[in-house]
């Protein structure tokens, strides 16, 4: 899974990071309920662990906006309150589950399994494109039977595209949306991993999916 963890203090976050990579996830962190907001927003994470006390705001209110901008992704709550209705507040504002600190690190990766089962069991975390099929909650991409190897970028430039298939979308939206980067000399780098996917997609396939539009940018076809 690519997991988000916002935590101010730099023992547990470190900690939790060096457990999840552990298990096999890619880790990116935050250390303010500003960034910790704002990444969680504009990337595709599959889980977020977040700290309820953080230094510019808690995580009750990370959680309510996050949800109020239609960001679905779990949210499991870490506090070392122990108040019954710190739990219900918690619960209120959308997050999916809380843990108490100090914590046992077996206990935080059996509850982050159970909520992975459960939106696993909830929600449709696949799409689908013809031949072409993504599973969001496990970060695989298969072409008919084949499983296909992709980076982090390259799949989230194919999530990206099977989202918004169909319409032309421009190098800088790709950068913004995709990168969270503002478009100015990095045309090459766009284009690169571009190339990339299509390459990966073609030695499956034989459908040109990714369409060049000139001097416009891209269009993922897909009409299945
Ligand atoms: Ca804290």
Redesign the pocket.
Known sequence: MNILVV???PSVRTLVKAVLEHNGNEVSTAETAADGQSKAIENAYDMIVL?L??PDGDGYEVCKNIRDENVATPVLILSGEQETDVKVKCLKVGADDYLTKPFNTEELIARMEAIKRRTAASGDQTLTCGELKVDLLNREFMINTEKVQLTNNEFNLLVYFLKNRNRVITQEELAEKVWDIHFDTQTNYINVYISYLRKKIREHTETDYIETVRKKGFTFRCDG
């Open positions: 935590e101010d203090d700290d006390g953080l």
